[in-house]
């Protein structure tokens, strides 16, 4: 194959060589359509350039041209009426180089998103996922990538998923796009995946989002689950914000043993996410019903069918911390009309702890937290057409003692005026005015009891991890 001038500049070099060749106005409405990170590594390219010979300007709009060509003729006719085309136009020998490249820019691998992060990262992202979805993954990353992960996680998980790795045989692409989809919401609904960096990692993300890590939360269950089936009797349960439903399968799996699981009812905004974990429950468990239901949990609990026996209804996570006090109660109420006569309310929730130790955790060094917080700008400004400048805001945590709640702000360092185009709103921030972005309340044991007596409920009994970091509670109407 020959040799051009071109041949030696790499991607972005050729697009910035071709964005000067659109001129301001072309090139503008083309880096709109382009992600912020691509965006800094052409801009940084055209900065670079200073004097580019003809013969290459000739030969980069020659190759996007045959690009453009070669894209618009396979959707028309497929790949063989593409090449016909293309070697009629410029030979064969070229016609075959801009084929290969395009085919190549078409293929996109699943689970994309994790290839492109850190290792430790997707470390930390998959340690609570089941075996079969982290054996999925892995057998899509590249072999390096997938070592480490695989090194990092427990002997017997390694173990297990090693073994699924090795018996796995072709999976269906609709079931590889459900479960991406699945992981890649999971993980967008923390940060951007262009915001994923090393400095830091997503583990210690996780474990201040969650304000202790996952994994006590978990273990409280696998130490209770027996006894907490035993207590309700439970033939049936609704989980509430499905996703992978990973702590889920803990009491699943108690129910099971009990002789007692007849129907598991997912709910999720997600139809696609309904679906995967019903398929694959359905699976797990030999006989199971299941009854999913699309919809926000907050507004269509009312939809849910009603109990066909005892019902349990987990709420996991310490999410309920996140709602104020009056619409707490509410939605705990709501959620005490959905459990019938004999169902109980499962209740994950973070403790009071020293508020030195709360407030490290949501203004940590590595700037992890901030970067979460931040991200809010970010996306007000992608998805409504703000034109926050994210720059000149700073994150700001403290526990605030007498509500007992960790509250995260963002502070304008510089007085600034804000367009969000989508909501046709414009504001005007001073200098150290501030943005409430979330609360998460910490719970005492009287705080939990005085919630659910205003609710309708009563208390049961009361799990925590040995530091009394977490609690589940198990609750009843009253």
Request: aromatic share 6%; hydrophobic share 45%; net charge negative.
């Amino acid at each position: 194959m020959s040799t051009t001038a071109a041949d030696a500049l790499t991607g972005a070099q050729k697009a910035a060589i071709l964005l000067v060749q659109l001129g301001k106005e072309r090139s503008a409405l083309v880096l709109k359509s382009m992600r912020e990170s691509e965006v800094e590594e052409v801009l940084a390219e055209i900065a670079r350039l200073q004097s580019v010979d003809t013969a290459q300007v000739d030969e980069v709009l020659e190759e996007f041209h045959g690009l453009a060509a070669a894209r618009r003729h396979y959707g028309k006719g497929g790949m063989a009426y593409a090449r016909e085309v293309l070697e009629a136009t410029m030979g064969p020998e070229k016609a075959t180089e801009l084929l290969a490249r395009m085919e190549a820019s078409l293929i996109e691998m699943p689970f994309e998103f994790l290839r492109r992060a850190d290792a430790r990262q997707v470390l930390s992202f998959l340690q609570d996922e089941h075996p079969q979805t982290i054996a999925l993954v892995l057998a899509h990353m590249r072999a390096e990538q997938a070592a480490i992960v695989l090194s990092g996680m427990p002997d017997h998980l390694q173990a297990d998923v090693a073994h699924r790795v090795a018996v796995m045989e072709t999976t269906s692409p609709e079931v590889i796009r459900r479960v991406e989809g699945i992981l890649e919401r999971k993980l967008s609904s923390v940060l951007q995946s262009g915001d994923m960096t090393v400095a830091g990692g997503l583990a210690p993300l996780i474990a201040i989002i969650n304000n202790s890590d996952r994994a006590t939360e978990r273990l409280i269950l696998e130490t209770h689950a027996d006894d907490i089936i035993a207590r309700t009797g439970a033939v049936e349960l609704v989980e509430l914000g499905s996703g992978s439903a990973t702590k889920t399968r803990v009491l699943l799996d108690a129910m099971r043993d009990a002789g007692t699981l007849t129907r598991y009812i997912p709910v999720d905004v997600s139809a696609t996410t309904v679906h995967a974990v019903a398929e694959v429950f359905v699976e797990e468990y030999p006989g199971l019903s299941v009854y999913g239901m699309v919809g926000d949990f907050e507004r269509h609990l009312k939809h849910l069918p009603a109990p066909a026996g005892p019902r349990l209804v987990p709420f996991l996570g310490g999410t309920i911390g996140n709602f104020p006090p009056g619409s707490r109660r509410r939605f705990l109420r709501s959620l005490g009309k959905t459990l019938g006569p004999d169902g109980h309310l499962l209740l994950g929730t973070d403790l009071v702890k020293d508020p030195h130790v709360l407030e490290a955790a949501y203004d940590d060094s590595a700037g992890v937290t901030a970067q979460f917080n931040l991200n809010v700008l970010h996306v007000l400004n992608r998805e409504l057409g703000a034109d926050f400048d994210v720059d000149a805001f700073e994150h700001v945590a403290f526990f605030d003692r007498e509500r007992e709640w960790i509250e995260m702000r963002l502070r304008a360092t510089v007085p600034q005026h804000v367009r969000i185009e989508a909501i046709d709103l414009d504001v005007d921030f001073a200098g150290r005015e501030e943005i409430r972005t979330e609360i998460s309340a910490k719970f005492t044991p009287e705080r939990l009891r005085g919630d659910l007596a205003a609710a309708g409920l009563e208390l049961v009994e009361v799990f925590t991890d040995p530091d009394e970091l977490f609690a589940v509670s198990l609750s009843r109407r009253a």
